[in-house]
C-alpha cells in the first residue's frame, strides 16, 4: 500500500502562509511527540525560511519520555530550541511566551532602546493534519475560537487570535506534502490518526505498529492485550499477524464459524494505541532516523 494525502486546501495554504511571512515575528512548529521527524514537513525550512522558529514537542504525555528527552536533544543540535508539551492536558501557555520572547530578545531590546514598547510578539503556527494546533490556540487563547476535531483536515482557513496583551496567533491549515519519499513515514503518520482513516488499509497500518511495538515495546503489548506470548522476532510476519489474530479474539473481533475479523482487530489495536492505552509509546527514535 502507497500512502499519499495532499488535498487542494493545502497546496492554498502553503501559499498563504508564504504571503503572511513578513507579518510575523517567529514561527511555532508544533510536532507530534510520538513521531517529531515524521511529523514534520520536509517543506518546511523552505517555506518558513530564516525565520525564528520554537519546536513544541505536542502529546509528550503519550509519547515515551527518554525518547522526548532524546529527542530535544535532537533539535537543539540542529539549532532548534524544542519544548515537550501537552495541550490538551496542560497549559504550556506561559512557557511558550517565555520561550518566544528569548528567541526575539535582540528584536525587543533593540525597540526598547529606540524609546519603543515593544509591541505583542506575531506567532505563525504551523504543522501537520491532527497534529493538535487548534487545540493548543484554544488553550492558550483561553477559549474556543479554533475548531478542533479528531479528524485531519478540520481547520481550512487562517485566523488571528489574540493570546493575552502579549502574544498574537496566526492559525493555519496542517500540510501534508505531495510526497512521501519514505514509506515508513506514511505508515508512522497512518499509525497515530495524521492521516484520513477512509483512504487506508488499517490491516497494514495496524502490522507495521504492531511490528514495532513487538520490536520496542513487548511488554507493553502482553500486558495491555493479555497474550502470553509475544513474538521474538518483529520481521516474521506470520508470528505477528497471528498476535493480531489473538487480539482480535480477546477483543471479540470475530465473524460466521469463529474467524478473526483481521480488519476489526487491526482498528482496535490502532484505536487503543492513539488513545495511549498501551501506555507512553513513541514510534521512532532519532538513532533510527539518522542511520
Known amino acids: 500500500m502507497t500512502i499519499q494525502w495532499f488535498p487542494g486546501h493545502m497546496t492554498r495554504a502553503r501559499r498563504q502562509i508564504q504571503d503572511k511571512l513578513k507579518l510575523i515575528d517567529l514561527a511555532i512548529e508544533l510536532l507530534d511527540a510520538r513521531i517529531p521527524l515524521s511529523s514534520r514537513n520536509p517543506m518546511?525550512?523552505?517555506?518558513?525560511?530564516?525565520?525564528?522558529?520554537?519546536?513544541?514537542?505536542?502529546?509528550?504525555?503519550?509519547?515515551?519520555?527518554?525518547?522526548?528527552?532524546?529527542?530535544?536533544?535532537?533539535?537543539?543540535?540542529?539549532?532548534?530550541?524544542?519544548?515537550?508539551?501537552?495541550?490538551?492536558?496542560?497549559?504550556?501557555?506561559?512557557?511558550?511566551?517565555?520561550?518566544?520572547?528569548?528567541?526575539?530578545s535582540a528584536k525587543i531590546e533593540a525597540q526598547i532602546r529606540k524609546g519603543m514598547n515593544p509591541r505583542a510578539i506575531r506567532a505563525l503556527i504551523v504543522g501537520i493534519p491532527n497534529v493538535g494546533k487548534s487545540t493548543l490556540i484554544n488553550k492558550m487563547a483561553g477559549r474556543k475560537v479554533a475548531a478542533t476535531g479528531d479528524k485531519p483536515g478540520v481547520t481550512k482557513g487562517q485566523q488571528w487570535i489574540k493570546v493575552g496583551t502579549e502574544m498574537e496567533l496566526l492559525d493555519t491549515p496542517g500540510i501534508l506534502w505531495p510526497?512521501?519519499?519514505?514509506?515508513?513515514?506514511?505508515?508512522?503518520?497512518?499509525?497515530?490518526?495524521?492521516?484520513?482513516?477512509?483512504?487506508?488499509?488499517?490491516?497494514?497500518?495496524?502490522?507495521?505498529?504492531m511490528?514495532?511495538?513487538?520490536?520496542?515495546?513487548?511488554?507493553?503489548?502482553?500486558?495491555?492485550?493479555?497474550?502470553?506470548?509475544?513474538?521474538?522476532?518483529?520481521?516474521?510476519?506470520?508470528?505477528?499477524?497471528?498476535?493480531?489474530?489473538?487480539?482480535?479474539?480477546?477483543?471479540?473481533?470475530?465473524?460466521?464459524?469463529?474467524?478473526?475479523d483481521l480488519e476489526k482487530a487491526s482498528l482496535a489495536i490502532l484505536r487503543e494505541l492513539r488513545a495511549g492505552k498501551l501506555g507512553r509509546i513513541t514510534l521512532e527514535m532519532p538513532d533510527e532516523v539518522q542511520a
Open 44 to 104: 518546511i525550512d523552505e517555506i518558513l525560511q530564516s525565520k525564528p522558529r520554537l519546536v513544541l514537542l505536542n502529546k509528550s504525555d503519550l509519547a515515551d519520555p527518554e525518547a522526548t528527552r532524546r529527542w530535544v536533544e535532537f533539535f537543539a543540535d540542529q539549532g532548534l530550541p524544542a519544548l515537550p508539551i501537552d495541550a490538551v492536558g496542560g497549559n504550556p501557555s506561559r512557557e511558550i511566551l517565555l520561550r518566544s520572547k528569548q528567541l526575539l
Open 211 to 260: 511490528r514495532y511495538l513487538v520490536s520496542r515495546y513487548p511488554a507493553a503489548v502482553g500486558e495491555r492485550f493479555g497474550v502470553n506470548e509475544v513474538p521474538a522476532d518483529p520481521s516474521d510476519t506470520d508470528a505477528v499477524v497471528a498476535l493480531m489474530e489473538a487480539i482480535g479474539r480477546k477483543r471479540g473481533a470475530l465473524v460466521s464459524g469463529g474467524r478473526v
Open 179 to 209: 510526497k512521501f519519499e519514505d514509506q515508513t513515514v506514511g505508515f508512522r503518520l497512518a499509525a497515530t490518526g495524521a492521516i484520513k482513516e477512509e483512504i487506508l488499509q488499517p490491516e497494514e497500518i495496524a502490522l507495521f505498529a
